[in-house]
């Protein structure tokens, strides 16, 4: 089985970030930083809302200022109990006043007044742990031939749609039952090794279309896709934050 040469266009690098500040300069501060990591901004001004945000949407980085201090501990306890943000990168904003000691701990801190270099310097050392939080959930849009096989079943002829570090999603195949296990082949464009992975079927149309969460994957096999679906993010890169991503490397 080949993969054609050819590739779908990339889309643009899209993390996004979430901000819970009243403080207008940390505001300024934070929203010039992060538009030359290329993370679109969310300002939350109260923890009500800033909550209601972490419900409903997925964020690669929170940064929380510690105004609400009393308060932030129940703020981070919900975001690490949402499936989508469990794994973004923290940062909490603290100042003199600011106790030392976290019931949860922030994996960054800032220091007030927050100054242009500190904070460019504190989302630089972040940016390794923010991209890695992005490729977990990022999903390569991809047109390449594959085929499954379930239990009991001939093997089908099908087409991947996309492509993540969990799972894939296929087009043109036959119709699939939710839960049924099955082993996907298929081969992504510039690898030589065929994957030849055990996944299960987490959603389906009944038609058409499908949705496979992978249950085994060999660790060779899950090094060769996070190392292919990194270098693809990094395509996706506008080029003032490859620079910064290189230096970091």
Not at 90 to 99: C, G, N, P, Y
Request: aromatic content about 8%; some cysteine.
């Amino acid at each position: 089985m080949s993969a054609p040469a050819a590739s779908p266009v990339v889309s643009p690098f899209s993390g996004q970030a979430l901000l819970v500040s009243g403080d207008l300069e940390a505001i300024r501060q934070i929203t010039g930083a992060l538009q030359r990591f290329a993370l679109s901004l969310q300002v939350c001004h109260d923890l009500e809302s800033a909550a209601h945000s972490l419900s409903t949407r997925k964020f690669h980085a929170v940064i929380v200022d510690l105004a609400f201090e009393q308060r932030l501990s129940k703020l981070l306890a919900l975001m690490r109990s949402t499936p989508s943000n469990q794994n973004a990168v923290t940062f909490a904003i603290v100042d003199s006043r600011t106790r030392s000691e976290f019931q949860i701990a922030p994996n960054f801190v800032m220091q007030k007044p927050l100054a242009s270099a500190l904070v460019a310097s504190t989302l630089k050392a972040a940016l390794g742990s923010i991209i890695r939080n992005y490729r977990r959930y990022f999903r390569y849009p991809i047109k390449v031939p594959a085929s499954i096989t379930a239990a009991g079943s001939l093997t089908a002829s099908c087409e991947l749609m996309n492509i993540s570090e969990g799972g894939l999603a296929l087009n043109l195949c036959p119709g699939l039952e939710l839960g049924v296990r099955v082993v996907a082949r298929f081969q992504l464009p510039d690898m030589a090794d065929e994957f030849n992975v055990e996944a299960i079927v987490s959603w389906s149309d009944g038609k058409c279309r499908a949705g496979l969460q992978f249950s085994e994957l060999p660790i060779d096999e899950r090094t060769q896709l996070q190392t292919w679906l990194s270098k693809k993010i990094e395509d996706s890169f506008p080029a003032s934050l490859m620079r910064l991503y290189q230096k970091k490397q």
